[in-house]
């Protein structure tokens, strides 16, 4: 009877050890596939923030869009934020943490200082960086893991500067730039100085500060007036460019100002009020326009975040879509950035996006002016 019980227990347990084995494999099997991680990287804090703030806002909301939708071949698509504080070395401390997390592709930055400083670090992972504000000529042409759907400088400063010299007289000017980024606004004074000069237009000096420290604005406004200039380019963000407008303005109020596309944030009109007022500024994207993507994105962004996307949410959320459509499409052995230069050609919000060997693109741009606290194309 000992016997019989003792081989009953052993084959109980066997039993119980198989039937446990067999129900870890029924919920190993039962799990959803790992998420499919991608990274944003921005300044979200400090003087540039409202810019990275809305390129994170349309990232998350691609991303949401994306896995109300299903998802990636019925992955979820996982979202890891950082903000670079537009620190060079943070931007790569942030970015070699996201990839050691296991990221597939980076969107951001959204300013070409931290474009720069990450690049390296990306291209030594191979690791796709997608940029959507990214403009800097410096990154131009090479065959790295830098990619962009927002064209390079040349074309669209030389529209404002030619602009500025044909429709509005304007033949000596002075500037202002921001040292802090200076790959973008070195690079976009080359730019328009180039074209500018073609009919005879002369800047009559630059004036370069820091923005993250105090800048003297009363100071400067004086020495950019004290040439006695047909009017003033502005190249900083839209927090400096709305306090130089102010200041410029106190000393004269009737001078042309002219800014720069990175100004060019719902920032600028809220904090320049009266004194931002006829400033032009060259733009890839266009606040009325009406395709039905952009007017249905354009709602969501608001119903989400209660506020305007601008051209920072509008390339963010292009970038994004480009990066999702991409792993959807993705065949076995071919690395991402391979995948994205092999589709080439993709829809954007606004315009199509069409990417070259280098990962660049090109994008039509529009003349603005700042009329009743709107920009308003005029061109």
């Known amino acids: 009877m000992d016997s019989d019980r003792r081989v009953w227990v052993a084959s109980s347990s066997r039993l119980v050890w198989f039937f446990g084995l067999l129900g870890i494999a029924v919920l190993l099997g039962c799990q959803p596939p790992e998420p499919i991680r991608i990274g944003f990287v921005g300044g979200t804090s400090g003087r540039v ?19 109300q939708a299903g998802g990636v071949a019925g992955r979820k698509v996982e979202l890891l934020i950082r903000d670079d504080e537009q620190n060079p070395e943070v931007a790569q401390r942030v970015t070699r943490d996201l990839i050691a997390q296991g990221v597939v592709a980076l969107i951001g930055p959204m300013t070409s200082a931290m474009a720069v400083a990450m690049t390296p670090v990306v291209d030594e992972a191979r690791v796709p960086l997608l940029s959507p504000t990214v403009v800097t000529n410096e990154l ?4 790295d893991f830098f990619l962009r759907v927002s064209a390079p400088t040349r074309e669209y400063v030389r529209k404002i500067a030619l602009h500025a010299r044909t429709a509005r007289g304007l033949r000596r000017v002075t500037a202002v730039y921001d040292l802090d980024n200076r790959a973008y606004t070195e690079g976009w004074l080359d730019d328009f100085r180039a074209a500018f000069a073609e009919d005879g237009g002369e800047i009559l000096q630059t004036i370069g500060f820091e923005s993250g420290g105090d800048p003297a604005f009363l100071r400067i406004a004086n020495d950019l007036l004290a040439p006695q200039p047909d009017g003033v380019v502005i190249v900083a963000n839209s927090v400096d460019t ?19 596309e990175w100004g060019a944030t719902e920032r600028l009109t809220e904090l320049g009020g009266k004194a931002v007022e006829g400033l032009t500024v060259a733009q890839i994207f266009d ?18 975040f209660r506020r305007e996307p601008g051209f920072g949410g509008v390339a963010a959320f292009d970038a994004t879509n480009v990066v999702l ?9 071919r690395n991402l950035k391979e995948t994205i230069l092999a589709l080439g050609h993709f829809e954007g ?13 090109q994008r039509d741009s529009v003349i603005t002016v700042v009329r009743d606290g709107q920009f308003v194309v005029i061109e």
């Open 140 to 143: 131009t042409g090479k065959d």
């Open 349 to 361: 919000l606004q315009q199509p996006i069409g990417f070259d060997a280098f990962g660049e693109t």
């Open 242 to 260: 709305a306090m130089f407008c102010q200041q410029i303005r106190k000393l004269d109020a009737r001078i042309p100002l002219v800014g720069s």
């Open 287 to 304: 606040r009325n326009n009406a395709a039905p993507r952009y007017r249905a994105f354009r709602q969501l962004y608001l119903d989400r």
């Open 49 to 67: 923030a409202d810019l990275g703030i809305a390129g994170r806002d349309a990232v998350l909301l691609a991303v949401e869009l994306r896995n």
């Open 325 to 333: 459509e991409a792993l959807a499409k993705q065949p076995a052995g």
